[in-house]
C-alpha cells in the first residue's frame, strides 16, 4: 500500500472556510485531505473566540465560535477526509509521481510530504497575532488579568473589565460579556468605530460604559490586575478605573508567511489574486477566504463570503480534473448524500 498516496485536493487550513472546500470537495466525489497548522480544527474562531457569538452567519441568529466549529467539522466527515494537524506547508512543488505531474507539498519542521492532484488554499489571513499594547503594566500581568483572547468566558464571571478597542471584537465582546461580567467599560482612542453599526448602536444602548476619545495609561497591580488608569486623548485629563480584568482588542498582525515564496500571483503583500473560479495563477491552484482578492473587487472578509469562494472553488478544482465534469453539478437537495 503507498504510504504517500496522492488525494485528488488537498485544502490547506481547517478554519470554517477550508472545513466547508472539504465538504464540498466531498460531495463532488473527490479524494481529500485538509492540512492544518494548529492542533485542532476552526482555524481563528477556535483560537482566538470560542465562546464569542458570531451574529452574520446565515441560519443562525447567533452561534457561539465553537458551536459553528463543531457543526463544520460533523459536516465535512460526512465524506471522510484525510485530517492531519500540527503541520504548516512550507514548501509547494511539482513532482512527478508514476508518470503524472502533481503537487507535492512539504510541511515542517519535521519535512513531511503530501501529494495532490490540485490544492485550495483557505489559509484565512495567514499567519497572525495580536497587537501587543505597549503600556506599562500590560506586558507584566498579561496572563494575570491582561488578555488578548477569551478562551473561556467563565474566567470573566462577576469581574469588573475592561475592553480596549473599536473593532467588531472589541464590541462584541462587550456584548456577549454585558450580562455576564460584574460590570464592563469600554475605551477606544476614537469616537467613531469601526464595528458593525449594528452593534454599535446595541452597545450604545447597553448597560456597558462607553468611553471615547480614551486610552489605556497604565495596568495596575502587583500579582493580579488591580485597576487601571486612562486618560482622554485630547484633554489629556486622566482616571482611575477598579478592574479586575483588562481584555486588549486592538487588532492583529498577518503575513501570509511561506505562501508568498511559492510563485503565486500576489495582489499585494496579504492577499492572493484570483480569477471568477478562485483559480490562483498557478494550474490546479485554488484559494478561497480572507486571503483572497479579485481583480476590482474590495476583500469582503465574512465567514459567509468564505464559504461561497469554498464552494465556487471546490467545483473548480473538480473541473480542472475532470473538463468533462460540469463546474456546477446542481443543488446539494438533489444528489443523494
Not at 26 to 51: C, F, H, N, W
Not at 202 to 210: A, D, G, H, Y
Request: charged share 25%; net charge negative.
Amino acid at each position: 500500500m503507498d504510504d504517500n498516496p496522492v488525494y485528488d485536493i488537498t485544502v490547506l487550513g481547517a478554519g470554517p472556510t477550508g472545513l466547508f472546500a472539504a465538504f464540498y470537495a466531498g460531495l463532488r466525489d473527490m479524494k481529500t485531505k485538509v492540512i492544518e497548522s494548529l492542533p485542532e480544527a476552526g482555524g481563528q474562531l477556535a483560537v482566538l473566540y470560542p465562546e464569542k457569538f458570531i451574529y452574520d452567519v446565515p441560519g443562525h441568529p447567533k452561534v457561539l465560535a465553537k458551536d459553528l466549529v463543531k457543526s463544520l467539522v460533523e459536516q465535512s466527515q460526512m465524506f471522510a477526509p484525510t485530517f492531519v494537524f500540527d503541520e504548516r506547508v512550507e514548501r509547494l512543488r511539482r513532482v512527478d509521481v508514476a508518470g503524472e505531474e502533481v503537487w507535492e507539498l512539504v510541511t515542517g519542521p519535521q519535512g513531511s510530504s503530501h501529494r495532490s492532484r490540485t490544492v485550495v488554499i483557505c489559509g484565512g489571513i495567514g499567519a497572525f497575532a495580536p497587537n501587543r499594547l505597549d503600556r506599562p503594566g500590560v506586558e507584566r500581568l498579561e496572563g494575570r488579568g491582561v488578555r488578548y483572547f477569551v478562551q473561556d468566558k467563565r474566567e470573566l464571571r462577576g469581574k469588573r473589565l475592561l475592553v480596549i478597542g473599536g473593532g467588531d471584537t472589541a464590541v462584541d465582546w462587550c456584548l456577549n460579556l454585558k450580562d455576564w461580567a460584574q460590570e464592563v467599560t469600554l475605551i477606544h482612542r476614537r469616537d467613531q468605530f469601526r464595528a458593525h453599526e449594528a452593534s454599535v448602536t446595541e452597545l450604545r444602548n447597553s448597560n456597558v460604559t462607553v468611553l471615547t476619545p480614551w486610552e489605556l495609561g497604565e495596568v495596575l497591580g502587583s500579582s493580579s490586575v488591580e485597576g487601571a488608569t486612562i486618560f482622554h486623548s485630547v484633554t489629556r485629563e486622566e482616571r482611575r478605573l477598579e478592574v479586575d480584568a483588562v481584555l486588549v482588542n486592538v487588532g492583529f498582525k498577518a503575513a501570509l508567511g511561506p505562501i508568498l515564496e511559492w510563485g503565486l500571483e500576489l495582489a499585494d503583500h496579504r492577499h492572493v489574486r484570483v480569477n471568477a473560479e478562485m483559480a490562483t495563477s498557478l494550474p490546479g491552484v485554488f484559494a478561497a477566504g480572507d486571503l483572497v482578492q479579485m481583480d476590482g473587487v474590495e476583500p469582503l472578509p465574512l465567514i459567509v463570503t468564505g464559504f461561497a469562494q469554498a464552494a465556487v472553488a471546490a467545483n473548480g478544482a473538480r473541473h480542472y480534473l475532470d473538463p468533462s465534469a460540469r463546474l456546477m453539478p446542481g443543488h446539494s437537495s438533489e444528489l443523494r448524500l
